[in-house]
Structures are given as C-alpha cells and as structure tokens.
C-alpha cells in the first residue's frame, strides 16, 4: 500500500542553523510527493512540490528532491528563522486525488 | 489566487444540534475535499467530491453529511455528535492530482 514515514520530532534548532527533515515514501507507480507547512492554529500550507524523479521543489528557502532509488523526499533548509517554527507534513497523492501524509515532524527554532 | 475559504473559524455545539460547516473555492477546481484533524496528527480524509458528485466516503458515520451545491462550494452538515468528534475540520480542492490546496479550518468543540 502506500504510506508516508517522517522523522519523529520535535526538532530544536538555533536560528540559522541547516534544517533537514527526512521523509520515506512506499507507494506503487510514482506518485507526486509533497511538503506541507501547518502554522499553530492555522490550516496546511503548500510548501513545495515534486511530481516525477529527480525534479527538485523549492519554496521560500526549502528545497526537496523526489529520489525514486531511496524512495525519499528530505526537506533541507539552509539557514532556519525562529518564524519557520511550525509543524511540516510530508505526502503523496494517489489517483483518487487522496492525500497519504506523514505523521508530522514539529521544528522550533530558537533564536 | 490559491485561496480556500472555510466557516466560521469556530464552533462550539451540543450533541443535540445541527450546525453546517461551509467551504468555497474560486480556482476552478472540481475536486473538493473533507479532512478532519485531531491535535497532533496529520489531517485524515472524510469524503471527496469530484464533478459535484460524491466520489469517497471514508466510512464516516452518519451524523456527518457532506453537501456540494455546486462547483465552488461544500458543506458538512453535522448532526448529534459526539464529544470525539471534537476537532479542525479542513476542507480543500484541487485540480485532480495536481497540487491540493487547504482552507484554514474550522475549529470544532463538541459539549
């Protein structure tokens, strides 16, 4: 079947340091893969996406790359702020337009 | 314009009541979608409208009934529930499976 594994967080950060989340994907043909961003007491925000191997997303500053060998979709951010302080949800799509996510990996960023 | 509307923001109800949940989108999009979050956990789909028409059911209960009057707009109609079914609601839309877009939720308190 398909399924989304996320790193199990919280991750603590200082402000400025190198963000990487990992995020595994099992699913059958290659379905488009995304990030999410959910902000305290807001809904989900498109962060970026990827829709076939080796294409890389990018948004704001975050970046992904669909790798189909090691079936992965890693969010990397260069230099965090204390306002990307969220929690990010990995996922793919399946035909039905049905969203599969991730548990949900909770950043804080210190500054 | 990326932008899902959902009302109202909150809602507190009695297990007696009746209270709707309203969703618009004006991106064009003929694929409308219900998903309930509990705190902590990624968004799980309740119900897909695809063309107007109901398309999946994940085995809701009843006392929740969805509603797509047209291209634009869905409701959740809600009807004695129960204190479990305290949650945010999301509603978003997309256009098949490319990118899925989310309102920012109405937040329910079931007494």
């Known amino acids: 079947g398909n399924s989304v594994t996320q790193m199990e967080g919280p991750v603590t950060l200082s402000e400025e340091a190198f963000l990487t989340i990992n995020c595994t994907y099992t699913?059958?043909?290659?379905?488009?893969l995304f990030w999410y961003v959910q902000y305290p007491g807001e809904g989900l925000q498109l962060l970026l996406k990827?829709?076939?191997?080796?294409d890389k997303g990018s948004n704001k500053g975050f970046e992904a790359t669909y790798r189909k060998e090691t079936t992965s979709f890693h969010l990397e951010k260069g230099s965090v702020q204390v306002s990307d302080s969220a929690v990010y949800f990995c996922?793919?799509?399946?035909?039905?337009?049905?969203?599969?996510f991730g548990q949900g990996t909770t950043l804080q960023v210190k500054p | 314009d990326t932008e899902v509307t959902q009302t109202p923001k909150h809602l507190v109800m009695g297990m007696t009541n009746k209270k709707s949940l309203k969703c618009e989108q004006h991106m064009g999009h003929r694929a409308m979608y219900w998903y309930k979050q509990k705190a902590k956990k990624p968004p799980e789909l309740m119900f897909v409208y695809s063309y107007e028409k109901l398309s999946i059911n994940e085995s809701v209960p009843s006392r929740f009934s969805p509603e797509c009057p047209n291209s634009s707009l869905l409701n959740l109609h809600l009807h004695a529930l129960q204190p479990e079914d305290s949650a945010l609601y999301l509603c978003?839309?997309?256009?098949?499976?490319?990118?899925?877009?989310f309102g920012p939720g109405t937040r329910l308190l079931v007494l």
């Open positions: 996922a793919l799509i399946r035909d039905t337009g049905k969203l599969i």
């Open positions: 990827a829709t076939k191997a080796d």
């Open positions: 978003a839309s997309s256009q098949g499976t490319s990118s899925t877009y």
């Open positions: 699913a059958t043909g290659y379905p488009s």
